[in-house]
């Protein structure tokens, strides 16, 4: 599991307009951007800590999210 770092809000792009950074069956490497997570008025991107194949997004777009909780799981 890729859980989040921080309590704030919970965005798969960097903008409502743009395509989000990863979907399930999208590939990642290490240290590539996954989602975004606004914490008071601050966009922090989260980088993912491993490498691998995404093969669940646990949380939607603009939910809050708390700190350790599962974000997306990779296989």
Do not use: H, R, W
């Amino acid at each position: 599991p890729i859980t989040s770092p921080m309590v704030g809000t919970f965005y798969k792009a960097s903008s409502p307009d743009s395509k989000p950074f990863v979907e399930v069956g999208s590939v990642i490497s290490e240290g590539q951007v996954i989602c975004v997570i606004e914490a008071m008025k601050l966009m922090n991107e989260i980088e993912a800590d491993t490498k691998g194949k995404i093969t669940e997004i646990c949380v939607d777009d603009g939910q809050p999210v708390e700190f350790g909780q599962v974000l997306m799981y990779v296989e």
